[in-house]
């Protein structure tokens, strides 16, 4: 079992950055890999990044590349989602996730989801 938890969410303005962290217990990460989620109001859970920890592939939507970096701290078993330029489409619950799988963009193939964490970008 792997416990994950979200935090570093809040309210912030267009073009401003926020630094998401997803803290795992009950296991290392070294053999999931590890995705960002988000849901909007209305709509479907999208995928946002993964890290595939081997052999550390990563992979972003279209709608957030160049913006997002998703990174590990190994020491901490944390994985981070640093968010920079926001934008107010980039309003949403984000979902840290964990999978089995290789690596994979669709959340059907993970096993452990966090709480989620809100992101408000006020214009």
């Known amino acids: 079992q792997v416990q994950l938890v979200e935090s570093g969410g809040g309210l912030v303005q267009v073009g401003d950055s926020l630094r998401l962290s997803c803290a795992a217990s009950?296991?290392?990460?070294?053999?999931?890999?590890m995705g960002w989620f988000r849901q909007a109001p209305g709509k479907e859970r999208e995928f946002v990044a993964a890290?595939?920890?081997?052999?550390?592939?990563?992979d972003y939507a279209d709608s957030v590349k160049g913006r997002f970096i998703i990174f590990r701290d190994n020491a901490k078993n944390t994985v981070y989602l640093q968010m920079n330029s926001l934008k107010p489409e980039d309003t949403a619950v984000y979902y840290c996730?964990?999978?089995?799988?290789?690596?994979?963009?669709?959340?059907?193939?993970?096993?452990?989801w966090g709480q989620g964490t809100q992101v408000t970008v006020s214009s």
């Open positions: 996730a964990a999978s089995l799988a290789v690596y994979s963009p669709f959340s059907t193939a993970y096993v452990y």
């Open positions: 009950g296991q290392t990460l070294g053999s999931y890999t």
């Open positions: 890290f595939s920890w081997s052999p550390g592939r990563r």
